[in-house]
């Protein structure tokens, strides 16, 4: 019997490859998987072409690096020039101080440096240096936090959240609003193992295609470094960050889709409970602590290698953040696979008691 | 409905269904037996209902409907022996003809090699060859039609469900396919039909179920359901050399409510209410000298079968 189940369970994988990865109406999940790689890709490119406009700058313009370290708050702009040299750019502006201090006027210069890897803005009000910004080139360290900001905060929460929307939701109403669910129903198969076929196809897509998004982005990421940087960084902890995040890209997959296979059997319009699940993830950081738990993002930032503090929240709602003590890895992976099994349990359990009656659905 | 055991039957005990307020079969009792049943009635009458009942895409809200003794929500069992074409034209997108037959039978538990002979044969017996590596989104309404006749008749099931099959057919094709439930049927197995073009019943069925707003108004063979209906006049065509003889003759009885003379003068129209005292009276008649050249029920078929069932305006639906 297993066996046939397992044979059964292949075919519907089958029937429903086809369906899942190369459907018109699928396209955008495409994008949604590919749009950050499309955004590390550009940062790269932009990343590659300030590096050589730099190297060009500091090529007319030569700049010790020690020296431009050197600059501190209250210098004098003249000994500024003296240490440095001339600028590759200068501005002057003029400031009023305001009516109440006359018609008196600051002078304000910007004067900008560069040594070929970093870049130095000096901003000086009246012939003293008053702010020093210092932008170094990217580096993999910062770029990671960067990419774990985008990861949990984008690709988790929206990408593969509307991605598995659209996949495992159609996988039962679609067929619905096509009328073409009841060649299934008609077939000598359990539903309940017509809904594990199903729901292991949407996997299968959503895996694919979000795991490759995520790889993708890797790839787009690094694209800019020397390969002896990207090697030391996989020599580090790359590799071990990389599995961790397409484990958790594939661990979100599994997730949302039970979550959105079951909205899929037992809402008429499954974009009312996707709203609500959307509100309910995106509200997880300021949730209570006990609250915070009942969620799939929960366990899924807690697998993420790199922490991404909300670092540019303004601090009101900062302050609402309640922080609830991250679970074990085994902690994270296991409540997420029981909250699946518990989820497709439901499911099935309504899939047993699905009628055709395609003029209401 | 006679002869077979359960096992061997379609059965309905006292089964309802209802959808919210909205009646879909009340108390439906039914014992169907091997052969071409039809399924009659008009539009809302409750066939598709009743078809979707046996294969269980609907659960009935009461009662119990068995199949050949088998639940039709226990569908490893059922499916094996069940095939059903459903009225709905919609399909698996991007599927060919072939596709979409055998990728359906994989679900049965066969391998490629089986499947694609059944496959083939199935399409071959709707002569659906020469189309089936194409797309089924660029069939005609026909060819939609019989590939999914191929795909219900494809695992060589027992009870065959057909709603509305000869829809949409060629002459030729609607011949070829009644042939083949004509098949099914001598092979001891049940081709149920649902149809509302009543001289289709007529020609196919071994015996009708007469519907109307969700209840079964009649059943059995299309003759015998006729006979059941005494309180309805019976037309009888005669031909003869002397029909107003024949008419002033049968006035005199009062089991005969009226007689119309044919235009032609070579025979006569007859409504009785006693179908046997009307056949004895008339071989009195022609034992009187008059030459009776053929006597031949009227309405005798489906059409005006169901008319009297259920009024005339429901049947010309």
């Keep these: ?41 550009g940062h790269s490119i932009n990343t590659i072409q300030n590096a050589e406009q730099r190297r060009a700058l500091a090529t007319a313009h030569p700049v010790n690096s020690v020296a431009m370290h050197s600059v501190t708050i209250g210098m004098d702009l003249e000994e500024v020039t003296k240490t440095l040299g001339e600028p590759y750019a200068r501005n002057e502006l003029f400031r009023p101080r305001g009516p109440a201090q006359g018609p008196v006027r600051n002078q304000v210069e910007r004067l900008s440096y560069t040594d070929g890897e970093s870049d130095m803005r000096i901003t000086a009000i009246d012939g003293v240096v008053r702010g020093i910004r210092l932008q170094d080139r990217c580096n993999i360290s910062k770029d990671s936090l960067v990419f774990a900001t985008v990861f949990q905060f984008f690709y988790l929460r929206l990408a593969v959240f509307f991605g598995c929307v659209g996949i495992f ?50 790839l787009a990421l690094s694209w800019h470094y020397d390969p002896g940087a990207v090697g030391a960084f996989l020599q580090g902890s790359g590799w071990n960050q990389i ?72 601090a009101l709602l900062r302050l609402l953040i309640s922080s609830a003590e991250a679970p074990s890895a085994m902690v994270s992976i296991f409540g997420l696979l029981a909250v699946t099994a518990v989820v497709l349990v439901v499911a099935s359990l309504k899939a047993r008691k699905l009628e055709i009656n ?3 659905d | 409905m006679n002869g077979g055991t359960t096992s061997e039957r379609v059965t309905f005990e006292n089964v309802s269904r209802f959808y919210g307020e909205v009646l879909g079969v009340n108390r439906v009792t039914l014992s169907i037996p091997p052969g071409i049943t039809s399924l009659v009635g008009p539009n809302g009458s409750g066939k598709t209902t009743l078809m979707n009942l046996m294969t269980g895409l609907v659960r009935p809200t009461r009662g119990v409907i068995r199949i050949l003794g088998i639940a039709p929500e226990d569908p490893e069992r059922l499916f094996p022996l069940v095939g059903y074409a459903t009225q709905f034209d919609s399909f698996p997108k991007g599927l060919t003809g072939f596709e979409f037959v055998y990728s359906f039978l994989r679900l049965f ?50 009870v065959l469900v057909l709603d509305e099959p000869l829809n949409g057919l060629d002459p030729l094709v609607r011949a070829e396919t009644i042939n083949l439930f004509r098949q099914f049927a001598a092979e001891g197995r ?112 489906a059409n005006s079968v169901y008319e009297y069932l259920i009024g005339s305006e429901e049947g010309g639906q």
């Design chain 1, 169 to 218: 939701m159609n996988l039962f109403r679609g067929e619905m609003i096509d009328k073409s669910l009841h060649f299934y129903l008609l077939a000598p198969i359990r539903r309940e193992v017509l809904l594990v076929g199903k729901f292991l196809a949407g996997l299968v897509a959503t895996t694919v295609i979000f795991t490759s998004g995520t790889a993708l982005q890797f």
């Design chain 2, 109 to 158: 538990g066969y391998n490629d090699a089986k499947c694609k002979a059944l496959t083939t044969a199935s399409i071959d017996r709707v002569r659906l060859g020469e189309a089936a590596h194409r797309k089924v989104a660029g069939y005609s309404k026909g060819m939609r039609q019989r590939i999914r006749l191929a795909q219900a008749i494809s695992h060589d099931p027992r």
């Design chain 1, 358 to 360: 395609y003029s209401t």
């Design chain 2, 190 to 301: 049940h081709v149920i039909v649902s149809s509302h073009v009543l001289h289709e019943v007529d020609m196919i069925s071994d015996q009708v179920i007469f519907l109307s707003n969700g209840y079964v108004v009649a059943e059995g063979q299309i003759q015998g359901v006729r006979s059941e209906i005494q309180e309805h006049p019976m037309e009888v065509m005669i031909r003869c050399n002397r029909p107003a003889a024949v008419a002033s003759k049968v006035f005199e009885q009062d089991h005969v409510v009226a007689a119309r003379l044919h235009a032609d003068g070579g025979g006569l129209m007859i409504k009785t209410r006693d179908a046997d005292r009307f056949y004895r009276m008339l071989n009195q008649v022609a034992l009187d000298g008059i030459d009776i050249e053929s006597v031949a029920p009227a309405d005798d078929n």
């Design chain 1, 243 to 314: 599995g961790a995040y397409l484990g958790v890209t594939a661990l979100a997959c599994l997730g949302y889709g039970s979550v959105f296979l079951a909205a899929g059997l037992l809402f008429r319009n499954p974009l009312i409970p996707a709203a609500v699940v959307l509100l309910w993830e995106a509200a997880n950081l300021f949730l209570p602590v006990k609250l915070k738990k009942i969620s799939v993002i929960f366990y899924l930032q807690s697998l993420c290698p790199v922490v991404a503090p909300p670092q540019d929240m303004p």
């Design chain 1, 1 to 41: 019997m297993i066996s046939l189940w397992w044979r059964q369970i292949q075919s519907v994988i089958r029937l429903e490859m086809k369906k899942t990865f190369f459907a018109k109406r699928g396209l955008w999940v495409y994008l949604l998987a590919l749009a950050p790689s499309l955004i590390w890709l």
